[in-house]
């Protein structure tokens, strides 16, 4: 999950195949729902961007190695962006939830993509080898990157206009809370010691001034 510095290819082939299958589900999801045409651009274009955004961060921004145990959790969550919130999508639009939805989902992508750009001069200099990045946006929380992913599927779930669509979006936060972010900040104190400690200590967790 951490530490991976050489380019697996395969891995990310493994998630570039899954997401264009599950795009296909979704395609027959979108052809046999009748939604409206509101619907379908919003929903569709979300998607699209998503998909994007994933495989540009993967194979040219970011190109860092990727696990097989990383590849199959990534592959499945978006297997629920991607197919999950197609079909929970309602036909009735309530304009101010979808306004809502769209800047959610456009400041969580920026938040996300921003934070790890902002990182990579960093990590790609040699002199800031063994060193710890905490500028740009992990100046205001240490998982702020995971926080971008949390506003941009609650954007998404909201413009399916189906309660039980937050369902998704409530999961990521758990997963992130009692999962990835504890198993991470193991990582990096052990990586980074009393450096990561203080920064730490000093920051908050994944939500800005808040946790």
Request: hydrophobic share 50%.
């Amino acid at each position: 999950m951490f530490g991976i510095h050489q380019n697996t290819i395969y891995t990310k082939l493994f998630i570039l195949v899954s997401q264009v299958i599950e795009m296909n589900i979704a395609g027959i999801i979108t052809h046999s729902a009748g939604w409206s045409n509101i619907s379908i651009v919003v929903i569709w274009t979300m998607i699209g961007i998503t998909f994007l955004r994933l495989n540009a961060m993967m194979f040219i921004w970011l190109p860092r190695g990727i696990s097989w145990r990383e590849a199959i959790g990534n592959s499945l969550a978006f297997g629920l962006y991607y197919i999950g919130f197609p079909m929970l999508v309602r036909s009735e639009i309530y304009t101010p939830i979808l306004i809502l939805g769209i800047l959610l989902f456009v400041i969580g992508g920026v938040i996300n993509t921003t934070a790890e750009l902002l990182r990579r001069p960093f990590k790609a200099n040699p002199k800031n080898k063994g060193r710890l990045y905490t500028g740009g946006l992990f100046h205001y929380a240490v998982h702020i990157n995971y926080f971008g992913d949390v506003l941009w599927v609650l954007g998404f779930a909201l413009c399916t206009m189906n309660p039980w669509a937050l369902v998704i979006p409530a999961l990521l936060l758990l997963f992130f809370v009692t999962n990835y972010i504890p198993t991470a900040n193991r990582y990096l104190r052990k990586k980074y010691g009393k450096e990561f400690v203080t920064y730490e200590a000093n920051t908050k967790q994944l939500i800005p001034w808040v946790w």
